[in-house]
């Protein structure tokens, strides 16, 4: 079993930066990709980002070159570095314990608004 924490979000303007982080605890060895993912009101949650075990990462291409993804071992935790934010990344965001919606585990997900 494994638990997932994002840390809260906010309210950005827009040009804004935002830094996520998410702490998971429970059976850390079995965990090996961790994804972000994000809900906009009315639309399908979507990937994000995300870092394999192999540290190999991925973005969306509406993303890319804005986010960031990180992992920090050391303190068992994953970030997602948000710059150049724009309203259109108004969305609930989760991260998971995988990069496909069919991840095991998944945060209860933290709300990030940017104001044009």
């Known amino acids: 079993q494994v638990e997932l924490a994002e840390s809260e979000g906010g309210l950005v303007q827009a040009g804004g930066s935002l830094r996520l982080s998410c702490i998971p605890s429970?059976?850390?060895?079995?965990?090996?990709?961790m994804g972000w993912y994000r809900q906009a009101p009315g639309k399908e949650r979507e990937g994000v980002s995300c870092i394999r075990g192999d540290e190999s990462i991925v973005y969306s291409d509406s993303v890319k070159g804005r986010f960031t993804i990180s992992r920090d071992n050391a303190k068992n935790t994953v970030y997602l570095q948000m710059n150049s934010l724009k309203p259109k990344d108004t969305a609930a965001y989760f991260c998971a314990t995988g990069c496909s919606d069919s991840a095991l585990y998944w945060g209860r997900g933290t709300q990030v608004n940017v104001s044009s």
């Open positions: 429970g059976r850390l060895d079995t965990i090996n990709n």
